[in-house]
């Protein structure tokens, strides 16, 4: 286990940021702490690497209590969200720094740290910028030293907070693919947060979701996509359609027994039940519940909302199988769920 | 034609004369107000042509008032520039309670009649101050001695760095500190390899400021200094005797000097300021 | 694997003992104790302790002594002087320093660089040497002086007059530099929007651009203010210094000193230092105010 997380709390004033919070990072994973904006993940983060304490809870990176560590003795590597890259040293001097201050003892030779440095800007593609100054890089470019930087000190862990967040959405896939690759070769235990759920499902071995400082759910991308613990997670990853109902006897029915589900988890009562855009079947009916109120095509997809007893569903499915049913904004249908979640109502 | 205008904007364009005649005023306040007196303490100075200058300035009195003023910048300048960075450390890496308070505070010297940062002191130290007697009974002297002129030259010029450095650096944040820290720097190599590099050209233009006030300050130490010549007369106060003992060419000699000084602090704040503006910015709301 | 104990503050990275940790949010960056420590001893010693000692003199003479002390004719005229002088000075540097500002950030003329760096003159050049080179050129045989007793029979060096010429003098640069930079950030879309709904460049003037500068303007008049009440250098070479025409409160004080009259100079100093805190409150609210009103 290259990282431990047990039962952490971490209060700002009023506000709890965590709330006993346990998780295991394996060795060589690439993890991705995914939630809204004030889910904690970053202060989870933080506290992983030393910068902000936790008020309870242990913390042990590779099977040693590092909560008592200063930042500087944990060796974690750790990319900041805006890179914090020494505004005043060359992109040779900010990857050199972590090695340049380590104990005289243990510091190495001029030559050697060179050879290191030259060796990680070309692991990041940067070698022939390194008399360069930050102002002078591409956001991308700063990102790939900041990861650099952070990976001379040869980091036990390596803990990156919204990596691509300050990046613009073509160099930000560019990028995804490249860090993907590179976690891949060297495999180093790796942590990210994103709000990004297409980020985090791309990118990840394994998915933290998190919200309101508690940990909802882990699991591999499509496992928390296919199979989400929670509400929150549902409404959280991917489109859904969310209706109110009532269950009984292990069947969920929505607007008064217009549409009925079966469930299967075992809830009674007032409930609510999520449905995936994609698992919401139509098809053309001329004395169906529904009428198609509207149509939208975005490039090879079809979105199909649907009027059902005064609710609004959203269908996707592709645009060929749209023209075989040939439904037209008016049109009655007839509505089949194929899968569906229920959650009894807060 | 005198003026030009952007041009770029057409709406914000005024008339060529409200142009000329601002512009005009503008300059005529200028040169009545700033250029002139300037310009009349050189002229005053040559009146009686270089000899007398150049003799205004090493007599033995000025020479010691020179080297006094230099002392005392000496002192109180590296001392205010310690502070400065201590305090705009704690107030702008951290947060706590009291800060406003505190930043305040720092400030309360700006809003003190120069003649009241000296009578403090001689109200402290002086023979009938609260610890002068004790003072004396020691054999210490502080006021109308050197150590009075320096801490009223403190005091005067005490908010000078901190208050440049407070605002660039709350601005710049702690995340390089942070990562330096992560890094594995220890507190003082961040400080001196990432924090100092950082602040440099604003801490350069508070001490710029701080010293060319310690050095130039009149009414604080006028008041603690006791005005004996050769003793504790800086370069100020040496105007003020020449001047009052009719000596106006050697006293617009000494005050040509100062005002070099003053000039010399201008090109080099303007210089920092347009080298250095968008990093200093955050210093100039 | 057993967790770490909870209440031990210690344990924890960076906190910064527990007196501290109840004032102080917690961070990784160290040396908030040796640096708070430095600052509040040095900002004591320095500052606040010496303050005290003109409080505790000032105090010293009772409430009854201390108004003997202070509402004397001489002391009342001298603060009247002060207060008046500086007053006008403000004024004439809120209408110039306008002006001032005004032509650096919109207009471009030759030299415009120089005149910009030379606002700060006053700042940069010794009080004293302002003060012997104001009296120079405004005393009867100076420049300046010569003219206007030519031309209109007027005398201003060693009159109040005088006072007046130093404590502009010395307040030029507030105006300009609180102005200028309003001035420079101001949106000209709104004096575009302005023009475009028909308004006269003077009306956009008025009626758009000023509003957005007076708060600026009057900071910076406040500002010229309270630094001519408490102006000395400058002002007592020009001045005349005679008691109850032309002479200052901070000359007064000095004088009181040089009569080893401590408990008087305390009063008047305590009451000159009370009256610019107050001044210098008023301005705070004023412009907390104006903020509010004007948030943008």
Redo the contacts between chains.
Sequence with gaps: MAI?V??I?KQFGHYRALDQVDLEVRSGELLALLGPSGSGKTTLLRIM????????????LHGE?A??????E?????V?Q?Y??????TVFDNVA??LK??PRAQRFGRSEIKRRVMELLELVQLAHFADRYPAQLSGGQRQRVALA??L??EPKVLLLDEPFGALDAKVRKELRRWLRKLHDDIHITSVFVTHDQEEALELADRVVVMSQGRIEQVGSPADVYDHPASAFVYEFLGQVNRFDCTVADGVARVANGALAIPTENGVQGEAIAYVRPHDLGLSPSAGGPGRVSGIHVVGPDARVEVDLAGLTLEAEMDRERLSFLGLRPGDRCAVHIDRARVFPRR | MLAKTSGQRPALDDRSWVRGLLILSALAFLLLFLVLPLVSVFVEAFRRGVGAYWDALIEPDALSAIHLTLIVAAIAVPLNLVFGVAASWCISKFDFRGKGLLITLIDLPFSVSPVISGIIYVLLFGLHGVVGPFLKSQGIQIIFAVPGLVLATIFVTFPFVARELIPLMQEQGTEEEEAALVLGASGWQTFWRVTLPNIKWGLMYGVLLCNARAMGEFGAVSVVSGHIRGETNTMPLHVEILYNEYNFVAAFSVASVLAMLALVTLVAKTALEWRFGAELAATRH | MVAASSTDDAALPSSGGTVLSVLKKPSVIPGFGLTMGFTLAYLGLIVLLPLAALAVKAAGLGWAGFWNAVLTPRVLAAFEISFGLSLLAAAINAVFGFVVAWVLVRYRFPGAKIVDALVDLPFALPTAVAGIALSALYAPNGWIGQLLMDWFGLKVAFTPLGIAIALTFIGLPFVVRTVQPILQDLPPEEEEAAASLGATRWQSFRRVVFPSLFPALLTGFALAFARGVGEYGSVIFIAGNMPGVSEIVPLLIVIKLEQYDYAGAAAVATLMLAASFLLLLILNLLQAWMRSRHAR
């Design positions: 431990q047990s039962g709390t690497a030393g910068l902000e304490s936790a008020d309870s809870g242990s913390l042990q209590e909560l008592g560590l200063s930042p500087r944990r060796q974690v590597g750790f900041f805006h914090a890259l020494f505004r005043h040293m720094f972590g201050v380590r930087r952070a001379a000190i």
